[in-house]
């Protein structure tokens, strides 16, 4: 009961206070009640009948409170407040039939992708589940609507080849440093872009990274991008903190965008479709795998919660395959 109320005051705050100030309030609680006791009044008021718009902003804050980053926190906002602008019924009202329509009727009008409309699905599910549980509703309308089937093709990753072309295509050491780093660490474009140059242990070859739901793990690099890093900084006369700053004065800290820029820049320049971020990422999951590293690691390099999703990221060479099929099968 006591933990239940300490939630329930969270909730109330999440609001107005960020997610560190939510886990330094939660302490506070958690010393100040410690040996009060808490019970439960049972009172004969009518429960409080929130709007659609109401219980979303308290489903937001619970789902902040949980460590949801903002970006996400944003992407389930809209999603649910499109809902709410075509299908006009109070929450408790909702039906199975509704949502149904809605999605069939977006993906009509705007030829969404089959991904697309399973990602609205799972924020739904997710939405009328915690309204389910929360005892708003009886029974989530989204129970009965499966998971879309999602073609699966084959992603591409970059041959050593193509890795060597990109290195040849970079015209700044920073970008031939930022390019190794990505291939070696295959860290996300987030996590490259939040480091600053404190954070590297050139001794260990190694660097701590905040991933997604601010877990912190280890990633490594190789030789050769330690060297193409020393030499990045050693030609740096700014004294901006970031480990990859902009090329022209003042030297600000290179974002998301930037990467991603300069990387299809640096492609074009090596005659090279598709190069962003997220291929090199690909690129090093599917090499670990194929030289035998555990999945397990891979899962912990990449820094995934789940395995299922690391095994979605890396697609086992098919010449492997043909190997493997004639060593251990005829």
Request: aromatic share 6%.
């Amino acid at each position: 009961m006591k933990d239940k109320l300490i939630t329930q005051i969270q909730t109330s705050m999440a609001l107005i206070l960020n997610q560190a100030q939510l886990e330094e309030l939660r302490k506070v609680l958690t010393g100040a009640l410690h040996n009060v006791e808490v019970t439960q009044r049972k009172v004969s008021e009518p429960t409080e009948v929130k709007g659609n718009s109401a219980l979303l902003s308290v489903f937001i804050a619970a789902k902040r409170i949980e460590g949801c980053s903002e970006k996400s926190l944003k992407y389930y906002s809209s999603t649910i407040c499109h809902m709410f602008d075509s299908v006009t019924e109070p929450v408790r009202e909702i039906n199975t039939d509704d949502l149904r329509g809605y999605l069939a009727k977006y993906q009509q009008e705007r030829g969404s992708s089959k991904v697309t409309i399973d990602n609205m699905r799972r924020i739904f599910s997710s939405f009328f589940g915690w309204l389910e549980d929360e005892d708003y509703i009886l029974k989530s309308p989204v129970r009965r609507i499966h998971k879309v089937k999602t073609d699966k093709p084959i992603k591409e990753t970059f041959s050593d080849e193509g890795l060597e072309l990109l290195r040849d295509a970079c015209e700044e050491i920073r970008d031939l440093a930022m390019v190794d780093l990505l291939a070696s660490t295959g860290m996300r474009v987030g996590e490259i872009v939040t480091l600053n140059r404190e954070d590297i242990n050139f001794h260990e070859r190694e660097c701590v990274v905040f991933g997604k739901g601010g877990s912190e793990r280890v990633v490594y690099f190789d030789a050769r991008t330690k060297i193409h890093l020393l030499n990045y900084l050693d030609s740096r006369n700014d004294k901006n903190p970031a480990l990859f700053v902009s090329l022209p004065a003042p030297h600000e800290r290179l974002l998301i965008g930037g990467v991603e820029t300069r990387l299809r820049e640096i492609g074009k320049r090596a005659d090279m479709q598709k190069v962003h971020p997220h291929k090199f990422r690909r690129t090093l999951a599917t090499r670990a795998i194929d030289k035998g590293m555990p999945i397990e690691q891979v899962q912990r390099l990449l820094g995934h919660v789940k395995i299922d999703t690391t095994m979605h990221y890396a697609m086992v060479n098919q010449t492997n395959v043909k190997n493997s099929h004639r060593k251990f099968i005829g």
